[in-house]
DNA sequence: CTCTCGATGCGCT
DNA sequence: GCGCATCGAGAGA
């Protein structure tokens, strides 16, 4: 399989709509047990700064958001809901608490073991949700904090770039908040895509 | 198809 | 103790 070059620091040190838009397209990889497990991301989310009452950020800095105030490139990783986990990218300057949410993927590399990390499910649901891709992943809170521009076990690779009129933006999912926070477009998706999440 | 609801751990008030 | 950036099973239409 044809390594590609792995996205850099000055691609997540950027203006995090940005970062959220580039990232379709780029291919998340996972090492697991020296296996390489990987996909296309197809869909993300946007988490802006404290006036963002839907990040986690908002509230200020506490032990658990402290990666997000940290330096951009880093994984953002928490546990919800008591079953499941979610992976972000941090993103902007450090000091600036800001995050893109990887909500979908499409599988590429490593579907022997993504099937069995999630059992009988067909192909297309494999990462079709933020907690989804993680158990296909193999993603935990063991990887909070990794740095995926130097990581051997976690990182992002530059793929096929998507074009504008193949991208869709819709307010976030499945978040609380005031008026702003729900309606903001600041989901970013492939249209007609169905490693995408519903609704 | 749509809707409701339980599971289950932990960060924070 | 409350509530959560979720998921999937089950009920009803």
């Not at 891709?133 to 770039?161: K, M, Y």
């Not at 999912?173 to 729900?182: F, H, K, P, Q, S």
């Amino acid at each position: 399989m044809e390594n590609k070059a792995r996205l850099k620091r000055e691609f997540y040190a950027r203006d995090t709509l940005t970062v959220a838009r580039q990232l379709l397209g780029q291919r998340l990889v996972r090492i697991l047990d020296g296996q390489r497990l990987s996909g296309r991301i197809v869909e993300v989310e946007a988490y802006i700064g404290q006036a963002d009452q839907a990040c986690h950020a908002a509230r200020g800095l506490t032990p658990r958001t402290a990666v997000m105030f940290g330096p951009p490139g880093h994984a953002y990783i928490y546990f919800i809901y008591g079953m499941h986990h979610c992976l972000n990218v941090v993103t902007e300057q450090e000091g600036f608490p800001a995050a893109v949410l990887i909500r979908a993927l499409e599988p590429l590399e490593g579907l022997p073991i993504m099937r069995r990390h999630r059992p009988c499910r067909p192909d297309h649901e494999l990462a079709n949700g933020p907690g989804k891709l993680c158990q296909a992943l193999g993603i935990t809170r063991a990887l909070n904090g990794v740095d995926l521009v130097t990581s051997d076990v976690l990182f992002i690779e530059e793929d096929a770039p998507v074009p504008d009129e193949e991208v869709q933006t819709t307010p976030r999912i499945g978040v609380r908040g005031d008026e702003r926070a729900l309606t903001v477009p600041w989901r970013f998706l492939l249209r007609d895509c169905p490693f995408c999440s519903c609704r």
